[in-house]
């Protein structure tokens, strides 16, 4: 080879290795992360109706203060099962069924550089017993989640005393055994606050309109605008890696419309406010991530609705008629048009392990309907659909069952219209008993709902978990002393499995009980109607990741990032 080719040669591989420097990179999965992410933006109907993390309940307050205060327990949502974990605790252990030892964190500091140690966790935990009147001292407001640091009985405070035991221990006793105890600290009213910032917040809710809480999250909380936004900042020194996004912005917007629209323009991240409609005209389009949670994982909503009964009023006999006679199939395909999962029982799939899967519960069939109803000396099995009809029209029915509901609910609507055709099919008549929301949820002032509940038929309702325990479903509604128990239910058997399940604090175990509940309430008690769990959907723009879906709806934007797709 001749000088000249080899120059050539060697220029040719140097062009060939300085390319190869040059070449853009293929990154297999989901872009990297890149240095810089402005913000994520994310609708809602409404800003916080309360900073004060003791009385918070609603969504909007509470996936405000969710990113700004946390607790002492969670959950892995990035797993389908919710498993809980430690978080500002660092271990525990159960002395016995009324003492819980917890090891906290250590090098923790809340926003304004105060550190997180026993003291503040006790100062947390007392101030939750004095905002609730747990401790009985207190004569001001009282937050409205106070029933759920009572004990069933719905008088004795849950937590007796909570001690220290040097810097990074504490030791909570109980008045009474409660299982669910390490479930119901990782709601966020017993989050942890600063006691330096909030010094003057010990015995009043933190204001909205001035207030700022101060936690430990991965955002520090910056302001709240009436129907526009609410702004929260990251926090750079928090005590695991700082968030992706330095800014996150819920966005109030009035109406789903308007919502839809900005989503379209791509001026928010996720929409929540999505309608039925709207979710199909997202499917086709490249940039936006529908995930269908419920569809791939199985896991629908841990909501519950059903039809509640008037235990009182009705017997075991009369509601399994009822249950048999309502077709269960069409509320699905056709009121709710597919987009719920049959209800079984008050605890949904989303529960995870503590879901009994082999419950049968009731199935729409008219047969046994009518036999049920022949077995208390109604009609007879001979008799034509229009026979069974007639008698429900005579004036003379088998019974005069009243159904209440709230006008402008359209599911609700539709089910009177149901229901009342499915009745008379087994001799009864139905009722008509509408009334508006304002009248329905004040304390029976209409209705027969909230305490009036003597006067109940039968109505259709929802029930949410404020924490991820099935004892937080069971124990409202089947507890004969809980005044959400609207159903009137009073069963000793049912009783003693509650009792049983809040003082075994073994999991594995609780969780056999929760299962063996679900079948005593769906295959003998006949209390409810069950009927459905909504899916859970949720979309975003596509190029957001890390988004941690779940049967909660929880929403956690810790770790969620922007890949490299630009719009």
């Known amino acids: 080879m001749d000088r000249k080719n080899v120059i050539i040669a060697v220029l040719v591989a140097l062009n060939v290795i300085v390319g190869f420097f040059f070449l853009p990179r293929i990154y297999p999965g989901p872009p990297p992360r890149p240095p810089f992410i402005p913000r994520f933006i994310t609708s809602t109907s ?46 525990y252990w159960w002395k016995d069924n009324v003492n819980l030892h917890i090891k906290l964190r250590e090098g923790i500091l809340f926003h304004d550089g105060t550190p997180f140690d026993a003291q503040a966790a006790k100062w947390n935990l007392d101030r939750l017993r004095y905002l609730t009147n747990c401790s009985g001292s207190n004569k001001g407001e009282v937050a409205h989640t106070q029933s759920l640091w009572m004990l069933p009985d719905g008088r004795t405070p849950l937590m007796k ?62 302001r709240f605008i009436p129907n526009v936004e609410c702004r929260l900042e990251r926090w750079d020194e928090y005590w695991m890696a700082p968030a992706n996004f330095p800014i996150v912005i819920f966005a109030i917007y009035s109406d789903a419309t308007t919502a839809h629209n ?54 075991r006999t009369w509601r399994k008629a009822m249950s048999y006679a309502i077709n269960y199939t069409y509320i699905i395909e056709n009121l709710r048009m597919g987009n719920a999962v049959r209800a079984i029982s008050p605890i949904s799939p989303g529960f995870g392990s503590s879901y009994n899967s082999s419950v049968k519960g009731v199935d729409y069939n008219l047969t046994k309907a009518r036999e049920t109803m022949i077995s ?69 002032s209409c209705c027969c709902f909230w305490y009036d509940y003597d006067n109940c038929g039968i109505f259709a309702t929802g029930w949410a978990p404020d924490y991820f ?15 959400s128990n609207s159903a009137q239910v009073n069963d000793p058997t049912l009783q003693v499995m509650l009792t049983l399940a809040l003082e075994t604090t073994d999991d594995g175990e609780r969780t056999k009980i929760y299962k063996n ?46 890949g490299l797709f630009t719009i």
């Not at 989503?263 to 936006?288: H, K």
């Not at 005579?394 to 609507?413: C, D, P």
């Open 262 to 315: 900005a989503f379209l323009a791509y001026a928010i991240d996720a929409n929540p406010m999505a309608s039925d409609q709207d979710l199909i005209q997202y499917e086709t389009n490249p940039s936006v991530s529908v995930k269908k949670f419920t569809d791939d994982s199985g896991k629908p909503s841990l909501v519950y609705q059903y039809i509640a009964f008037n235990n009182e009023k009705y017997n």
């Open 46 to 91: 409404s800003g916080p109706s309360t900073l004060e993390l003791v009385d918070a309940w609603d969504s909007a307050s509470n996936n405000v203060l969710e990113q700004v205060v946390e607790t002492l327990f969670s959950y892995n949502f990035s797993d389908l099962n919710l498993p809980r974990t430690n978080h500002l605790a660092y271990s």
């Open 161 to 222: 005393e909570i001690t220290t035991m040097g810097e990074y221990n504490i030791s909570i006793t109980l008045n009474s055994p409660y299982a669910p105890l390490l479930n119901a600290l990782a709601y966020i009213n017993a989050g942890m606050i600063s006691p330096t910032a909030h010094a003057a917040d010990a015995e009043r809710f933190i204001d909205l309109t001035t207030g700022k809480p101060i936690g430990t999250g991965p955002f520090k909380y910056i």
């Open 517 to 562: 509940i679900q079948s005593y309430i769906s295959e003998v008690g006949f209390f409810h109607a069950p009927l459905y769990h909504s899916k859970v959907v949720i979309n975003h723009m596509a190029n957001i990741y890390e988004v941690p879906y779940n049967s909660m709806g929880a929403q956690r934007i810790y770790p969620m990032y922007r």
């Open 376 to 444: 208390m000396g109604f009609g007879n099995l001979s008799w034509t659909d229009a026979q069974w009809i007639s008698i429900a029209e005579s004036g003379q029915s088998f019974a005069s069952v009243l159904y209440s509901y709230t006008t402008g609910n359209i599911f609700r609507e539709d089910l009177y219209v149901a229901l009342n055709d499915w009745f008379k099919l087994i001799g009864i008549e139905l009722i008509d008993d509408p009334c508006s929301w304002v009248c329905w949820i004040d304390w029976g």
């Open 469 to 483: 325990d099935p004892y937080n479903m069971l124990e409202p509604l089947f507890n004969n002393l809980s005044r």
